[in-house]
């Protein structure tokens, strides 16, 4: 509660390290902020080539929204997927990037990896609502969702944030973080349901069997909390239906724990963040 009050405090603070951001990020760039864009459309048309074409992975119909195209189907996990990782790793430098600015200035040190998410939530809002277009243009009633689909975001920013705020600190003390954390979000990309569906996992886990004593490979699979956000995005976009009441709870549970810890572990070393740069 602390760092909240210290946060609310600084709204000019917090607005200014926002705008440097989101202008630092595409300086000098011919494209600007449509590179929020341009990169996951690359993304898009690589994996749908891949998985589409040369594997051809099946995907699901959406029920009750009747679509099936891969590229859609893509985006709506690759998107929230793409936001998550962008933010842990904007956040686990956000401290070591700033490290003259902590030396010299007293803050709210939370400002930081704060501001780089906020940065990144705005480019990402562009994202899905020119998902939104593409989904109604194909038919969807996706924009009927769209309140349910701004609770989802805020449940994945809690829950990115919270990991940031762990991720900042623990680079502070060991540079080797970024490097880690590189390779574990390439095996967690493809450990989530984003370029394949989750039908797939369910029918090796039953050609498999029970691993140990009556878990599954399925049910070890379904501990990943990206994995749930994942549908939950895609129940609301694809489907067009309400996600899974557990699956909502558990996303929800992930958000609250990650913010908690996070913010808990964040003010704990706070103090002696400048020391340790």
């Keep these: 509660m602390t760092?909240?009050?210290e946060?609310?405090?600084?709204?000019?603070l917090l607005a200014n390290l926002t705008r440097r951001e989101v202008k630092g990020k595409y300086k000098r760039t011919v494209l600007g902020q449509l590179w929020s864009l341009v990169n996951p459309l690359a993304q898009m048309?690589?994996?749908t080539a891949v998985f589409s074409f040369v594997l051809r992975v099946p995907i699901?119909?959406?029920d009750p929204s009747g679509l099936h195209n891969f590229a859609v189907f893509l985006l709506c996990g690759l998107l929230p997927w793409g936001f998550f990782v962008n933010v842990i790793n904007g956040g686990m430098d956000s401290l070591v990037a700033n490290e003259n600015l902590i030396k010299k200035v007293a803050f709210p040190?939370?400002?930081l990896p704060l501001a780089s998410a906020f940065s990144l939530t705005l480019s990402w809002s562009i994202e899905m609502v020119v998902l939104l277009v593409a989904l109604t243009v194909l038919g969807a009633a996706s924009l009927l969702w769209t309140p349910a689909l701004v609770l989802v975001m805020a449940l994945l920013f809690a829950f990115a944030f919270g990991v940031a705020l762990l991720l900042s600190v623990a680079n502070v003390y060991f540079r080797d973080t970024q490097h880690f954390v590189g390779i574990l979000t390439q095996a967690w990309f493809y450990a989530t349901p984003i370029v394949?569906?989750?039908s797939l996992v369910l029918e090796q886990s039953e050609k498999i069997g029970s691993l140990i004593g009556s878990w599954t490979l399925y049910d070890f699979y379904r501990l990943n909390p990206m994995e749930r956000f994942v549908e939950l995005f895609r129940s609301l976009?694809?489907?067009n239906r309400w996600p899974p009441l557990d699956s909502t709870l558990y996303c929800v549970a992930w958000a609250l724990v990650a913010l908690v810890v996070g913010a808990a572990v964040f003010r704990r070393h706070e103090k002696k963040l400048a020391e340790a740069l």
């Design 3 to 5: 760092m909240v009050r």
């Design 7 to 12: 946060l609310r405090a600084a709204p000019e």
């Design 45 to 47: 048309i690589i994996f």
């Design 60 to 62: 699901p119909t959406g």
């Design 109 to 111: 040190r939370a400002a």
């Design 196 to 198: 394949y569906p989750t």
């Design 237 to 239: 976009l694809y489907d």
